[in-house]
């Protein structure tokens, strides 16, 4: 391939990069549909991790323990995948 050809193929890929970010946070901070002032609705997060290690265990743990304290209600589907 020639150098012109690389670059464009570079810049296009760069640039679906960033037009995949910005329509993936798009919709933060917007409240889902039924979720009022009732604030009664349970979330759903699935948790995957490949390998059972102390220190991704803490960061899962400390995820758990912000939504926690932020008072949300969290259903979780921890999956590990042993490696």
């Known amino acids: 391939m020639s150098r012109l050809r690389l670059r464009r193929l570079a810049a296009a890929s760069l640039a679906a990069t960033a037009l995949f970010a910005v329509s993936a946070c798009s ?3 917007e409240e ?5 002032a009732g604030g009664d ?3 759903k997060i699935g948790v995957l991790q490949f390998v059972q290690h102390p220190a991704l ?3 899962t743990e400390g995820f758990k323990d ?3 304290e932020a008072g949300v209600q969290v259903e979780y ?3 590990n995948a042993q490696g």
Do not use: I, K, N, V
């Open 41 to 43: 609705e349970t979330m």
């Open 27 to 29: 919709s933060f901070g």
């Open 57 to 59: 265990d803490a960061a």
């Open 77 to 79: 589907d921890d999956q």
């Open 66 to 68: 912000a939504l926690d």
């Open 32 to 36: 889902s549909p039924g979720a009022g």
